[in-house]
């Protein structure tokens, strides 16, 4: 028994954590936010690379490190504390998906140039008006060939790769950035994320044969990367906040010294720090505790998006008027927030799922 | 990161095991005192294996074992699971053995361990005053010495169980003129005395469970005294830092939502069991992520003691976190029991065939928990001063009591 990090994984973030202060400090970040440049994300994908970061939870025999999911997840922990641009989300959760699949074949082709990070993968779940898991897919390939649209797919303007959601919880690998594959940029509220509409029209489609709860497993994953990048998120607007109430004066004291601003801010602390266990529990259930995977995804996605959101208005709040302009950064960790919150199923889903999984009725 | 125990600590786990199937039967229909007898016969049983008590030495009636939080855990998920009787929720077990061991002289040890563990000594904790809540080192209560005996007046309050006990552990003031902090002193009481009068205090839920406790020339002897004359404030700070770095397991939060799900069941909305409504599992379902939250990090706790490490902020927020979870429970339950919301919480007595007016209890006495033990607010406060570095507030008043 023993629910702590090892000396590995805490280097890790270490040095994740020094390599996105170096690339990605505030100015770069408000740069990128306010002029929408592709230059951040790009160098942010090519330090993550050069970390051997891309290819965590590629295996070792195709070129990555073999990493359980947790470690995937502290790595987005940091980059969300960071609020670093980066394609690692869905280029994660893509890996994860080629890495289950039974083709060999596949796993060859695509695997060791996304584990170097040359190639970018993504993830397609959402179809346009309906949910974000498996039971609502409805795409079905025809002679190879797939039609149909997705909505609100991380990085599809750059992906080499696109995993693809289909019916019956199959899954499906289309190549980026080809004929039969349209991207149209959404103008998200997050800016440090790039979202897209996918229409494929006759696209071509390789299919990821897997085991049966290959796709459910995927859409967990991501709930519960989603909650590290939430949890990280959420320490950061602690930070920014109780460093603001330690640094401004009003009445001639810190602000900080006010009784109503400090409960607000050991509030704020409880709901982020109680969140952390919840997050590494389900991280650690996906690789060891199958029975328990989606109750822990479900519970910590619904959980911890939920604390970061409110952690980040009481942020904003706790800035004052300064925390309510465009210039300051406390917003870039709001519209994060707000990401968090609603990509791939928002609280009342997996609440929902997580009662129906629990066999209440 | 694993949360499986090693084969060393799975075959503890097997040995606890067996030794509540040996020696541990749930008492069916049995009347109070059979039952209170044959808990105590098991609690004996249970010390002698090194099950109970375990950093209490064996010459004082503990169980005598090196500490180990694994290994605590263990028992204490076992013995939870067998429904065996555990340590005594007292006072005197919780905050003065560990205060004397570490502060007392070798006769207080021998004269007050053993039969406190025992379960024979229950003591009354005389911190609070009715003018020092918060801020508790303003302590007024004077002790005096005169001849070989110290002569007690003034008010204790808050005192839980008080009616029940023998003895007391107080705050008293007995250097007048010395700053606040240093004018205290912590001594042990004989409550059975004329000095002194004890009397119930009636709470917001119908229960009495705490007392005032009043002192008249009260005396004790001079050498009923844990620590030096002045140093109790120092003495009780390291009880209090017994009590809040006890691990804070998400036990309590847990059986409580475990009643929380059976009115759910029982209880119904348009025809249907609670359960089914969409809007009452959106609830539970919340609940249960701040339980998760709850208990993993009492995993990680307990991690970061078995491995020596400070956990830090985080066993400053256990309070406030299950305080908070206590009410969310109570509102749910008030929303479910409809008028029964009405009624009277039942006593002790007629509880048994009480119908859903027994949530009124924990609606009322899961107030109590943002108060008892500092205050949420103190905790707050506690948490941003301590926990965040955020600027201690010059506090009003001088230094002096």
């Not at chain 1, 990085?155 to 995993?163: K, P, Q």
């Not at chain 2, 002193?185 to 004329?194: A, E, F, G, H, K």
Request: net charge negative; hydrophobic share 40%; aromatic share 10%.
């Amino acid at each position: 028994m023993n629910f702590l990090l090892s000396l590995e994984q805490k280097m890790l973030q270490d040095a994740v954590e020094r390599a996105a202060r170096d690339v990605c400090p505030l100015q770069e970040l408000h740069r990128h936010v306010d002029h929408a440049e592709l230059t951040l994300r790009k160098r942010a994908w090519e330090t993550l690379a050069a970390m051997e970061v891309a290819g965590l939870c590629v295996d070792e025999a195709h070129g990555g490190s073999g990493s359980d999911l947790v470690d995937a997840a502290l790595v987005t922990e940091v980059l969300g504390y960071n609020a670093v641009p980066s394609a690692f989300l869905g280029h994660t959760l893509a890996v994860l998906a080629i890495q289950a699949s039974q083709d060999e074949g596949l796993k060859q082709t695509w695997l060791p140039g996304l584990a170097k990070g040359e190639l970018v993968g993504t993830v397609a779940l959402r179809e346009p008006d309906k949910g974000w898991y498996p039971d609502d897919w409805s795409m079905r390939p025809e002679a190879g060939r797939l039609s149909g649209a997705k909505s609100f797919v991380l990085d599809a303007g750059e992906a080499d790769c696109i995993i693809v959601g289909m019916a019956d919880g199959q899954l499906g690998l289309v190549e980026g950035r080809t004929g039969g594959v349209q991207c149209t940029p959404l103008d998200g509220v997050d800016r440090t994320r790039a979202l897209f509409d996918v229409v494929f029209a006759g696209a071509q489609v390789h299919p990821v044969p897997a085991a049966k709860d290959a796709a459910t497993r995927l859409v967990d994953a991501a709930s519960v990367l989603i909650a590290a990048d939430a949890f990280g998120g959420g320490r950061r607007a602690v930070d920014m906040a109780v460093e603001y109430a330690n640094q401004r004066e009003q009445f001639g004291v810190k602000i900080g010294q006010f009784q109503a601003l400090k409960h607000q801010l050991a509030n704020m602390a409880t709901r982020m720090e109680m969140s952390r266990g919840l997050y590494w529990y389900a991280a650690y259930a996906f690789d060891h505790r199958p029975l328990e995977r989606g109750h822990a995804a479900s519970l910590a996605k619904a959980h911890v998006t939920e604390q970061f959101l409110q952690v980040a208005r009481d942020a904003v709040e706790a800035h004052g008027g300064i925390g309510f302009t465009w210039d300051y950064h406390i917003h870039v960790w709001l519209k994060r927030a707000m990401f968090d919150w609603a990509w791939n199923g928002d609280p009342k889903f997996h609440r929902e799922r997580y009662a129906r999984l629990s066999d209440w009725q | 990161m694993d949360l499986n125990y090693s084969p060393a600590y799975e075959e503890f786990r097997k040995e606890v095991r067996a030794f509540l199937d040996e020696h541990w039967a749930r008492p069916l229909n049995q009347d109070r005192k059979t039952r209170t007898e044959a808990e105590k016969a098991f609690r004996n049983k249970a010390i002698q294996a090194g099950y109970l008590y375990r950093n209490v030495p064996r010459e004082y009636g503990g169980g005598g074992q090196e500490p180990d939080v694994l290994r605590a855990q263990i028992i204490r998920e076992e013995f939870r699971e067998a429904r065996a009787p555990v340590e005594l929720h007292q006072n005197g077990v919780q905050l003065l053995v560990p205060t004397l061991l570490e502060h007392g002289q070798p006769w207080q040890k021998e004269a007050f361990i053993p039969k406190t563990v025992a379960g024979e000594y229950f003591w009354a904790q005389g911190y609070s005053e009715p003018g020092s809540g918060s801020d508790l080192a303003s302590v007024r209560t004077r002790g005096e010495i005169v001849g070989d005996e110290w002569v007690i007046n003034g008010q204790k309050i808050w005192s839980t169980g008080a009616q029940y006990c023998q003895y007391m552990f107080a705050l008293i003031r007995t250097e007048p003129d010395k700053p606040k902090h240093e004018g205290i002193s912590y001594l042990l009481i004989d409550l059975r005395q004329p000095g002194i009068t004890v009397r119930p205090l009636k709470q917001i839920t119908g229960r009495a469970e705490f007392c005032e406790v009043f002192f008249n020339d009260a005396r004790t002897p001079s050498n009923w005294i844990v620590g030096q004359r002045g140093e109790g404030w120092k003495v009780s700070r390291s009880t209090l830092k017994f009590e809040r770095s006890y691990i804070g397991g998400a036990e309590r939060s847990t059986e409580l939502f475990a009643r929380l799900m059976e009115l759910c069941r029982s209880a119904r909305i348009d025809g249907e069991p609670a359960l089914r409504n969409p809007g009452v599992r959106q609830r539970l379902a919340e609940i249960s992520g701040a339980l998760a939250a709850q208990r993993y990090s009492s995993y990680r706790q307990i991690s970061m003691a078995a491995n020596s490490e400070d956990a830090g902020i985080v066993s400053l927020m256990f309070k406030v976190f299950s305080t908070d979870i206590g009410q969310d429970i109570a509102k749910l339950a008030r929303d479910l029991i409809q008028e029964s919301f009405l009624l009277a919480p039942p006593d002790e007595s007629n509880w048994r065939h009480a119908g859903f007016e027994r949530w009124n209890n924990q609606f009322m006495g899961s107030l109590g928990l943002a108060i008892a033990g500092g205050t949420s607010n103190i905790q707050r406060n506690i948490i941003a001063e301590r926990g965040l570095g955020v600027g201690r507030e010059k506090k009003p008043g001088g230094e002096k009591a």
